[in-house]
């Protein structure tokens, strides 16, 4: 596992963007997205379109660990 965030390219409404993450949060971010049948690229444009004023990859990050305090709680 690595600590250093690796960069992956995401299209989002037709525009493609780089976001970087730590593996751990590319790992079940693609988890997420096979789990709810959507594309990564999907669940990608869905946070954004939710972030507000943060960036994108603080928005993926929140929202990966969301999920999993979801589930450990659920």
Same mark, same amino acid.
């Given at each position: 596992? !690595?600590?250093?965030?690796?960069?992956? !390219?995401?299209?989002?409404?037709?525009?493609?963007?780089?976001? !970087?993450? %730590?593996?751990?949060?590319?790992?079940?971010?693609?988890?997420?997205? %096979?789990?709810?049948?959507?594309?990564? @690229?999907?669940? =990608?444009? %869905?946070?954004?379109? &939710? /972030?507000?004023?943060?960036?994108? =990859? !603080?928005?993926?990050?929140?929202?990966?660990? @969301?999920? &999993?305090?979801? /589930?450990?709680?659920?």
């Amino acid at each position: 596992m !690595s600590a250093r965030p690796v960069k992956h !390219s995401l299209t989002l409404r037709g525009h493609r963007t780089s976001v !970087s993450l %730590e593996d751990v949060f590319w790992r079940e971010f693609r988890r997420i997205a %096979e789990a709810r049948g959507q594309p990564l @690229n999907q669940l =990608a444009a %869905e946070i954004d379109a &939710a /972030r507000g004023d943060i960036g994108l =990859a !603080s928005a993926i990050r929140v929202f990966v660990l @969301n999920d &999993a305090l979801d /589930r450990a709680t659920g």
